[in-house]
């Protein structure tokens, strides 16, 4: 296993953290709230949120263990912060209305992406794992291994956005007849040798392992389960912030920001007639704040950043 340390030899700090500014600015903290991290990684936004607060008290999600432990040493100090070693879908536990702010920071952290036994980097070579957490079973192995063929397609299609994986996965079908795929290197080489032309602009296989991590990780349905309830955990006037980091991931956001900040009509059947129900959340940000040039500089991987804010106002 990796040791960590603040610092290791492929980032400056374990990892940045991204829009860290417009993210603490937009949670307008107060010194006496509720604050809940649900993504907190190595704590550069619950760093942040901490230092804002007197009597207030946050509350950290991760479901990786490493980033966990870390965490515990790094706030072994503060009295107001509590860990919990779990996936934010266990946020359900808190009771209505509890929270003045709620922020996720969306996918892997660097020190997953940097620690080849984690499987997640198609540029080192290690096991086709790409669980985040330990105490789920599924792996990226298991499903380039027994997935049917139609299963890889479309899990390659819909959540790699890959429109004709079909080359790809006859020659893993064909792999894995002789001998298991065992390794990113292996299944990387594979997808490498049946794209044709140059990828300077993108690696061939950045679609092929985000869709297998989405699919190990359950990443989209855990993600609408625990805005849904995000929404309801917060306090009149709170505040819920959203990084996300591709497409599919800002697609689900935007729907649900959308939808609970429209007003309804409902059927009042005591008089009989539509009424308009008020929304009980306003977008703070029609279009998602995007990082600037000089963090992009700063840091390769904030580039595709999308920062979504809503308001809880009745
Ligand atoms: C981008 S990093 C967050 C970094 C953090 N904001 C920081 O500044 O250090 C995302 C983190 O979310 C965690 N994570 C992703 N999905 C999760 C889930 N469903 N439940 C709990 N943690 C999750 C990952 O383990 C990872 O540590």
Same mark, same amino acid.
């Given at each position: 296993?990796?040791?960590?340390?603040?610092?290791?030899?492929?980032?400056?700090?374990?990892?940045?953290?991204?829009?860290?500014?417009?993210?603490?600015?937009?949670?307008?903290?107060? %010194?006496?709230? $509720?604050? =809940?991290?649900?993504?907190?990684?190595?704590?550069?936004? #619950?760093?942040?949120? +901490?230092? &804002?607060?007197?009597?207030?008290?946050?509350?950290?999600?991760?479901?990786?263990?490493?980033?966990?432990?870390?965490?515990?040493?790094?706030?072994?100090?503060?009295?107001?912060?509590?860990?919990?070693?779990?996936?934010?879908?266990?946020?359900?536990?808190?009771?209505?209305?509890?929270?003045?702010?709620?922020?996720?920071?969306?996918?892997?952290?660097?020190?997953?992406?940097?620690?080849?036994?984690?499987?997640?980097?198609?540029?080192?070579?290690?096991?086709?794992?790409?669980?985040? %957490?330990?105490? $789920?079973? =599924?792996?990226?192995?298991?499903?380039?291994?027994?997935? #049917?063929?139609?299963? +890889?397609? &479309?899990?390659?299609?819909?959540?790699?956005?890959?429109?004709?994986?079909?080359?790809?996965?006859?020659?893993?079908?064909?792999?894995?007849?002789?001998?298991?795929?065992?390794?990113?290197?292996?299944?990387?080489?594979?997808?490498?040798?049946?794209?044709?032309?140059?990828?300077?602009?993108?690696?061939?296989?950045?679609?092929?392992?985000?869709?297998?991590?989405?699919?190990?990780?359950?990443?989209?349905?855990?993600?609408?389960?625990?805005?849904?309830?995000?929404?309801?955990?917060?306090?009149?006037?709170?505040? =819920?912030?959203?990084?996300?980091?591709?497409?599919?991931?800002?697609?689900?956001?935007?729907?649900?920001?959308?939808?609970?900040?429209?007003?309804?009509?409902?059927?009042?059947?005591?008089?009989?007639?539509?009424?308009?129900?008020?929304?009980?959340?306003?977008?703070?940000?029609?279009?998602?704040?995007?990082?600037?040039?000089?963090?992009?500089?700063?840091?390769?991987?904030?580039?595709?950043?999308?920062?979504?804010?809503?308001?809880?106002?009745?």
């Amino acid at each position: 296993m990796m040791k960590i340390t603040m610092q290791n030899k492929h980032t400056s700090l374990i990892h940045i953290p991204v829009l860290l500014k417009e993210t603490i600015d937009c949670l307008n903290i107060k %010194s006496n709230g $509720t604050y =809940l991290d649900c993504t907190s990684g190595f704590g550069g936004h #619950s760093s942040k949120i +901490l230092e &804002n607060l007197t009597t207030g008290k946050l509350y950290c999600f991760d479901q990786d263990e490493i980033a966990i432990k870390y965490l515990k040493r790094h706030f072994a100090n503060a009295k107001n912060v509590k860990f919990f070693n779990q996936n934010f879908t266990g946020i359900k536990q808190f009771p209505e209305k509890t929270f003045d702010g709620i922020i996720f920071d969306l996918g892997v952290n660097s020190l997953m992406f940097d620690d080849s036994t984690r499987g997640f980097s198609y540029n080192l070579n290690g096991p086709l794992d790409m669980r985040m %957490s330990k105490q $789920t079973s =599924l792996t990226a192995q298991y499903i380039i291994n027994h997935y #049917s063929k139609q299963e +890889l397609n &479309n899990i390659f299609q819909q959540y790699g956005e890959v429109k004709k994986p079909y080359r790809i996965v006859d020659t893993i079908l064909n792999r894995r007849a002789k001998n298991a795929i065992t390794t990113t290197k292996q299944l990387s080489e594979i997808i490498c040798s049946n794209t044709p032309g140059s990828f300077i602009r993108k690696h061939p296989a950045k679609q092929y392992f985000q869709a297998l991590r989405i699919v190990v990780n359950d990443e989209l349905n855990v993600l609408k389960q625990a805005l849904t309830t995000s929404l309801k955990l917060l306090k009149i006037n709170g505040i =819920l912030a959203v990084i996300s980091f591709h497409s599919l991931e800002d697609r689900i956001v935007k729907q649900i920001f959308n939808n609970a900040s429209k007003s309804h009509d409902i059927y009042d059947s005591n008089v009989p007639l539509y009424a308009q129900k008020k929304a009980c959340y306003q977008l703070i940000n029609k279009k998602p704040l995007r990082p600037s040039l000089a963090e992009i500089n700063r840091n390769k991987r904030s580039q595709s950043a999308k920062l979504r804010i809503i308001q809880r106002i009745g």
